[in-house]
């Protein structure tokens, strides 16, 4: 599993987070994605084959590609470093939000 890049850096209403699984079936129960700044969403129980999800910061209805961290101001600005860990806590990915 690795974090593909952010979209929309600094606006919710665009503010996204692409995540790959390139490798085996993933659970993703409890796993979570944080800025190291407070802001932690932690994943729903759901299985995620190869292929990709998008996590938007703002609110929405989750589907089985998209999923919606439900925030009211955008968290994704340049420069921060956003943190994939597994149910364990293991980190698994980082990304650096380009300046």
């Known amino acids: 599993m690795d974090i593909r890049g ?23 129960a409890g796993w979570t994605l944080d800025d190291n700044q407070g802001n932690v969403y932690v994943f729903p129980a759901f299985t995620l084959h ?3 999800v998008t996590v938007h910061t703002r609110n929405g209805t989750d589907t089985v590609i998209d999923l919606y961290w ?22 698994q990915s980082t990304f650096t939000i380009p300046e």
């Open 50 to 52: 190869s292929g990709a």
């Open 6 to 28: 952010v979209d929309g850096a600094g606006t919710l209403d665009t503010e996204t987070i692409r995540l790959l699984n390139a490798g085996g079936v993933a659970a993703m």
């Open 70 to 91: 439900g925030l009211d101001k955008p968290v994704l600005l340049p420069g921060k470093v956003i943190t994939l860990r597994d149910a364990s806590g293991a980190v």
